[in-house]
Nanobody, 125 residues
Framework: QVQVVESGGGSVQAGESLTLACTVS????????LGWFRQAPGQEREAVSC????????YYDVSATGRFTISRDNHKSTQYLRMDNLTPGDTGVYFC??????????????????WGQGTQVTVSS
């Protein structure tokens, strides 16, 4: 059984940083693309950042470009999202996703992705 568990969310002030982590069990992460989606209050989930299994391609949403850094450690079955200079617009529930199609211009869910339960990030001004 595949389990996807996020951690690292919290409440911070604008300008501060957070690093999210996502640990996956029940499958070998090699050959699986990974990503982070965000669901802001009253909005649909949207891709924030994604990374391919070779770590050669990353995608960032416009709002994340230049402030967020995605990375992964396949040996630890973990991916990370370092978020710097946070703004209130970054507030939402962040979900870890396993299995997507990713290139520099888009990140798209596969037919049957695995989702975590989400971790709340709240940024106050």
């Amino acid at each position: 059984q595949v389990q996807v568990v996020e951690s690292g969310g919290g409440s911070v002030q604008a300008g501060e940083s957070l690093t999210l982590a996502c640990t996956v069990s029940g499958l070998t992460l090699e050959r699986h693309n990974l990503g982070w989606f965000r669901q802001a209050p009253g909005q649909e989930r949207e891709a924030v950042s994604c990374i391919n299994w070779r770590e050669t391609i990353t995608y960032y949403d416009v709002s994340a470009t230049g402030r967020f850094t995605i990375s992964r450690d396949n040996h630890k079955s973990t991916q990370y999202l370092r978020m710097d200079n946070l703004t209130p617009g970054d507030t939402g529930v962040y979900f870890c996703v396993v299995d997507l199609t990713v290139n520099q211009n888009f990140c798209q869910l596969s037919a049957r992705p695995f989702w975590g339960q989400g971790t709340q990030v709240t940024v106050s001004s």
